[in-house]
């Protein structure tokens, strides 16, 4: 089947609070070459054959702004703006609800991602499209220490079985709705642990170490080296 034949629906998560980013400055619109990071990923998610529409979570402060920017850089896919909760997987589930029925799968991505390029949508959305469940990751290359309380090693994990997932997560309609209803109320920080809550599979697609997130403040001179990299290489 061609990935086309499978209309997805994109929830964009940009309503969170960027408490470890930088006090008054919101790292969704943080500027990355003269260009906000969320501006990348709408771009991206727009440009792709396979999504058919965008919902984009946005905050009670930066909504107006979202939609501003979505007009600036013509962002021509359906768009709604919902707004977000507490946790992410608040924001998830307010962004469920606006999906539109006819979606077979739903792609979730932080908009604190914004180095995301149609290669890798499209490998997601392939697995999603044969599995119900896949994301992006990338194996861990540092070794991953357990700390028992304070700082003193419990035990080492093993680093061969170890995988740093990232956005984006696809999800059959049904598959991700269910788990979200059922476990919503559980701490996670991704929507893959709601469906292996399910003990449905998740397949893991392998990805790319320059998909960071920002997070903090230095994470900004990355993305910057990142782009100027990409700049330079397309291929990157
Ligand atoms: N997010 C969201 N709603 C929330 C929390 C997070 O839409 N209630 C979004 C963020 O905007 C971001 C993505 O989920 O694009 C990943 O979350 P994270 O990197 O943790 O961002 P923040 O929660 O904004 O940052 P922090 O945890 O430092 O406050
Ligand atoms: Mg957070």
């Not at 946005?58 to 946790?87: D, F, P, Q, T, W």
């Not at 979730?108 to 490998?123: C, E, K, N, W």
């Not at 790319?208 to 990299?229: C, G, P, R, Y």
Request: positive net charge; contains cysteine; proline residues 3%.
């Amino acid at each position: 089947m061609l990935i086309s034949d499978m209309p997805v629906t994109a929830i964009l998560l940009a309503a969170g609070k960027g408490e470890r980013f930088k006090k008054g400055a919101e790292k969704v619109f943080a500027l990355i070459h003269s260009q906000e990071a969320v501006a990348y990923s709408l771009k991206a998610l727009n440009a792709h054959s396979a999504i058919k529409d965008i919902v984009v979570v946005g905050s009670i402060k930066n909504s107006e702004r979202l939609a501003g920017l979505i007009k600036r850089y013509k962002i021509n896919k359906a768009c709604k703006i919902v707004k977000g909760g507490r946790r992410r997987q608040d924001s998830v589930c307010n962004g469920l609800k606006a999906v539109d029925d006819r979606a077979d799968l739903v792609l979730i991505h932080d908009a604190a991602r914004p180095f995301i390029d149609r290669g890798v949508i499209s490998s997601v959305i392939k697995e999603a499209g044969r599995s119900g469940a896949a994301i992006l990751a990338v194996p861990v290359k540092d070794t991953i220490k357990k700390a028992q309380s304070g700082l003193s090693v419990k035990e080492t994990l093993d680093r061969s079985k170890l995988w740093m997932a990232q956005t984006p997560q696809v999800f059959r309609r049904e598959l991700i709705t269910e788990a979200y209803n059922k476990y919503r109320d559980s701490d996670v920080t991704d929507d893959a642990s709601l469906v292996e809550r399910m003990n449905h599979p998740v397949k893991i697609v392998e990805g790319s170490h320059l998909n960071i997130k920002i997070t903090t403040f230095e994470d900004l001179v990355l993305a910057e080296a990142i782009i100027k990299m990409q700049t330079r290489n397309p291929k990157h």
